[in-house]
């Protein structure tokens, strides 16, 4: 009989043996921007997430930066949608104009930018419709996405993420940008991106829920494993610099399979419904919330993944400081 309990009697034994660890460097942090000043609005679906003015979120970099979080991926709420998304087009737009801002403040965070049209339409899909089939058209939202991307690129972003899950969407974001002259400029896709149930919550903040239908017809479907390996593939041989799997929990097999298949780096994005679940399981005191969100995320790193996309990042920011 082996003794595999001799290697855990002792905690620094433990420490020595342990294989898999979270860091801060780790993390990337979402944040919600609309305009205003003064305004910091939570969500009920989502305790201690924040649609947030631009003052407001001038603030919080500082905050993060203090807890060293220095990566934030940014989501635009726009004044005005209409059917094109035309404020994520615009060099003023809401998106354009936070990361100016964030980028002139603080020159050393690391900007990220969620590229897509949900928030930004006033039909809430990711594209620009096509109503004979009633879905988003692939190309036409190519040729918006392209634009999209140049805007932030002017605006200083230093990495975007495409997240509409359109076919073609990095090789059509990677000449864009090679010819626009950004080519030193990274994408991290959304490769393999599911139609889930968990991004309810997500939906409250940024105001992008679909007002007819839903995102099967564009995100994939959960029940599909070979076809979410090829997706990240296929983003991978169009030029995508980081990997990323979405929603997390549900999907750790996939994590895997990605990490086992490709050797570009892997992010998981650890969702808005997954936040709320602990959250609210936390609140009302059912489960130590500490203790079980930092399992969470050695989950996530132990099934492979590089980097970890989570509105918990403060809170694991602030446990692994003690
Ligand atoms: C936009 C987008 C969504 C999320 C990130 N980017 C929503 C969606 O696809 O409906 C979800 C993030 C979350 O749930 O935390 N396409
Ligand atoms: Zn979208």
Same mark, same amino acid.
């Given at each position: 009989?082996?003794?595999?309990?001799?290697?855990?009697?002792?905690s620094?034994l433990?420490s020595?043996?342990?294989?898999?660890?979270?860091?801060?460097?780790d993390f990337?942090?979402?944040?919600?921007?609309?305009?205003?000043?003064g305004?910091?609005?939570?969500?009920?679906?989502?305790?201690?997430?924040?649609?947030?003015?631009l003052?407001?979120?001038l603030k919080?970099?500082?905050?993060?930066?203090?807890? *060293?979080?220095?990566? /934030?991926?940014l989501? +635009?709420?726009? =004044?005005?949608?209409?059917s094109?998304g035309?404020? #994520? $087009?615009?060099?003023?737009?809401?998106?354009?104009?936070?990361?100016?801002a964030?980028?002139?403040?603080?020159?050393?965070?690391?900007?990220?930018?969620?590229?897509?049209?949900?928030?930004?339409?006033?039909?809430?899909?990711?594209?620009?419709?096509?109503?004979?089939?009633?879905?988003?058209?692939?190309?036409?939202?190519?040729?918006?996405?392209?634009?999209?991307?140049?805007?932030h690129?002017?605006? *200083?972003?230093?990495? /975007?993420a495409?997240? +509409?899950?359109m =076919?073609?969407?990095?090789a059509?974001l990677?000449? #864009? $940008?090679?010819?626009?002259?950004?080519?030193?400029?990274?994408?991290?896709?959304?490769?393999?991106?599911f139609?889930?149930g968990?991004?309810?919550?997500?939906r409250?903040?940024?105001?992008?829920?679909?007002?007819?239908g839903d995102?099967?017809s564009y995100?994939?479907?959960?029940?599909?494993?070979m076809?979410?390996?090829?997706?990240?593939?296929?983003?991978e041989?169009?030029?995508a610099?980081?990997?990323?799997?979405?929603?997390?929990?549900?999907?750790?097999?996939?994590?895997?399979d990605?990490r086992?298949?490709?050797?570009?780096?892997l992010?998981?994005?650890?969702?808005s419904g997954?936040?709320?679940?602990?959250?609210?399981?936390?609140?009302?005191?059912l489960?130590?919330?500490?203790?079980?969100?930092?399992?969470?995320?050695?989950?996530?790193?132990?099934?492979?993944?590089?980097?970890?996309?989570?509105?918990?990042a403060?809170?694991?920011?602030?446990?692994?400081?003690?």
């Amino acid at each position: 009989m082996n003794r595999l309990r001799r290697t855990r009697l002792n905690s620094t034994l433990r420490s020595l043996v342990r294989e898999t660890h979270v860091s801060v460097d780790d993390f990337i942090y979402p944040l919600f921007v609309r305009s205003g000043e003064g305004i910091k609005t939570e969500v009920t679906s989502m305790p201690g997430v924040f649609q947030m003015s631009l003052d407001e979120i001038l603030k919080e970099c500082s905050t993060l930066r203090a807890l *060293g979080l220095n990566s /934030i991926l940014l989501f +635009g709420i726009p =004044d005005v949608k209409d059917s094109v998304g035309s404020d #994520a $087009l615009c060099d003023h737009g809401i998106i354009a104009s936070a990361v100016r801002a964030i980028k002139a403040a603080y020159p050393s965070m690391f900007v990220v930018t969620d590229l897509c049209f949900c928030e930004y339409t006033d039909h809430g899909h990711c594209g620009i419709l096509d109503h004979v089939h009633e879905t988003v058209d692939n190309d036409l939202t190519l040729g918006i996405s392209a634009q999209q991307a140049l805007v932030h690129a002017r605006a *200083g972003v230093d990495m /975007i993420a495409p997240s +509409g899950m359109m =076919d073609g969407i990095i090789a059509t974001l990677r000449t #864009a $940008l090679d010819e626009g002259g950004y080519p030193n400029l990274p994408i991290m896709a959304y490769s393999t991106k599911f139609a889930s149930g968990y991004y309810g919550p997500f939906r409250d903040v940024a105001e992008s829920s679909p007002s007819f239908g839903d995102r099967s017809s564009y995100q994939m479907d959960p029940c599909n494993r070979m076809e979410a390996i090829r997706e990240s593939l296929e983003d991978e041989a169009q030029g995508a610099d980081i990997l990323m799997v979405k929603p997390a929990l549900a999907y750790l097999d996939i994590i895997r399979d990605i990490r086992e298949n490709s050797r570009l780096p892997l992010a998981v994005y650890n969702v808005s419904g997954e936040y709320a679940m602990l959250k609210y399981a936390g609140n009302a005191g059912l489960i130590d919330y500490n203790r079980v969100m930092m399992e969470t995320m050695i989950g996530f790193k132990r099934a492979g993944a590089d980097i970890i996309i989570s509105y918990h990042a403060k809170e694991v920011a602030q446990l692994l400081r003690q």
